[in-house]
């Protein structure tokens, strides 16, 4: 499959914890943008990377932060997890040649419960 | 300040109605939105942009700049069309990222 893969699909931990969450884009493909998806918020920008740089922020917490490694991967990391982080976390890449066409790619997902 | 509302979360419907989804947008400048659509246990999907004007699985959105607003109808429902939808708007440039409104959830009955 060389659509954008996440891993892990799911996860549950506690309160005050730390977690990674791995993002591989689309074959190609430079940008990466990290979503977070809850119930009451819907999809909610958190922050994007283009060919290893940061290029913009949304609303993106303190506890959190992101990179995009050399090989395009991208690692979303959450800290002093809260029961309100609970959401499901998208990744999404966007081809390099798409002026105007302003389609996202999205991953599956990654599910993260804090309990 | 560039925002999108969708003002339903929830559209019920029967099949063989139309349906309507809403979504009223906030941008200076010339605006890129498009249609997202998430069905069950899918990856969000992009179903159609403003500027293609296109027609995808019968639905079309027209871009109304005096309203700020870019609906997106289909004249008869159908229950595989239940799913979640989004309305996204381009924050700039071929790389900006898409502010998504809240969704809406339409669900077809039989």
């Known amino acids: 499959d060389s659509g954008v893969t996440q891993t892990p699909k799911h996860l549950i931990t506690a309160t005050g914890q730390r977690v990674t969450l791995r993002c591989s884009p689309r074959?190609?493909?430079?940008?990466v943008y990290w979503y977070q998806q809850s119930l009451d918020q819907g999809l909610q920008f958190l922050i994007q990377?283009?060919?290893?740089?940061?290029?913009a922020k949304g609303n993106i917490l303190e506890r959190f932060s992101a990179q995009q490694f050399p090989d395009l991967h991208s690692e979303l990391n959450l800290s002093s997890l809260e029961l309100g982080d609970s959401a499901l976390y998208f990744c999404?890449?966007?081809?390099?040649?798409?002026?105007?066409?302003?389609?996202?790619?999205f991953g599956e997902g990654s599910r993260l419960t804090v309990l | 300040a560039q925002r999108v509302t969708q003002p339903e979360k929830l559209l019920s419907v029967f099949k063989g109605a139309p349906v309507e989804l809403k979504c009223n947008y906030s941008?200076?400048?010339?605006?890129?939105l498009f249609w997202y659509v998430q069905y069950s246990r899918q990856r969000l999907q992009l179903l159609l942009r403003h500027i293609s004007r296109e027609s995808i699985k019968g639905f079309t959105a027209d871009l109304n700049k005096g309203e700020t607003s870019f609906h997106l109808k289909k004249p008869f429902a159908q229950e595989e069309d239940s799913a979640m939808y989004y309305c996204a708007l381009n924050s700039g440039g071929s790389q900006g990222n898409l502010i998504f409104g809240k969704g809406t959830k339409l669900s077809v009955k039989p």
């Open positions: 990377y283009y060919n290893g740089e940061e290029r």
């Open positions: 074959s190609g493909d430079l940008s």
């Open positions: 999404a890449s966007r081809p390099r040649d798409s002026d105007l066409t302003g389609e996202l790619f």
């Open positions: 941008y200076s400048g010339s605006p890129e």
